[in-house]
């Protein structure tokens, strides 16, 4: 079936350094791909998400790149806070199947 | 307030005794979806509704069921819980016009469920 791999698993990174989060996907015909942030406790939340007629998409901090040919695509967020620390997630929407795949998900730490 | 609220937010409950979580929001979705969550597995999808009276299978959808027959809830049934049933549930809700692009999901607040 479908799947979504996600990597690395945990990441850490000093406060004000990048931080990069790769996802490949399996179903050729997904078409939106959206990244949440889960808080210890708290409810996944939409940080940025990308269609597939879009190669990049930048909000301030955060950018998600999406590579079709390859079906990876990327979350970066530039001049970590400590407050950026949380699990995220990233997921693949197929257009038909209506199903949402998400990754495992990675526990980011910014050590300041 | 535009939100996505589910209860109960905790429960223990016996294997197979049926139980139903419930979930309903107030934005006028078309979809709604259940997952599950578990360490180091992630978010699967049980069950998602593309609109009232339309369901379909996610990825884990042995062991519940779902109905849609209003617009604002989506509620998760299990009928027999057991012991691999014990988890963190979350419904979510979206916009997803018939001919449009799925919108941004709104998360409710989790119900953590534990069956002894």
């Known amino acids: 079936g479908e799947n979504v791999e996600q990597h690395p698993s945990t990441l850490s990174v000093q406060e004000g350094d990048s931080a990069v989060i790769k996802c490949t996907y399996s179903?050729?015909?997904?078409?939106?791909f959206p990244w949440y942030k889960q808080e210890l406790g708290k409810r996944p939340q939409l940080i940025i998400d990308?269609?597939?007629?879009?190669g990049e998409k930048k909000d301030q901090r955060i950018a998600v790149t999406l590579n079709k040919t390859a079906k990876h695509f990327s979350l970066h967020i530039t001049e970590t806070q400590p407050e950026d620390s949380a699990v995220y997630f990233c997921?693949?929407?197929?257009?038909?199947?209506?199903?949402?795949?998400f990754g495992t998900g990675t526990r980011l730490k910014v050590l300041a | 307030e535009a939100q996505v609220t589910q209860n109960p937010r905790y429960l223990i409950t016996v294997t197979g005794k049926k139980l139903t979580v419930t979930c309903s929001q107030n934005?006028?979705?078309?979809?709604m979806s259940w997952y599950r969550q578990d360490p180091g597995l992630g978010l699967r999808q049980i069950y998602y509704s593309m609109n009232v009276e339309v369901t379909d299978k996610g990825d884990v959808p042995e062991g519940y069921k779902v109905s849609r027959k209003e617009k604002r809830n989506f509620p998760l049934i299990l009928e027999s819980p057991s012991p691999n049933q014990t988890s963190l549930y979350f419904c979510?809700?979206?916009?997803?016009?018939?001919?449009?692009?799925?919108?941004?999901?709104?998360f409710g607040p989790g119900t953590r469920l534990t069956v002894l």
């Open positions: 934005m006028n979705h078309e979809y």
């Open positions: 997921a693949a929407h197929g257009e038909g199947t209506y199903k949402y795949i």
């Open positions: 179903d050729s015909a997904s078409n939106y």
């Open positions: 979510a809700s979206s916009l997803y016009p018939t001919s449009g692009d799925a919108g941004e999901q709104f």
């Open positions: 990308i269609r597939s007629n879009v």
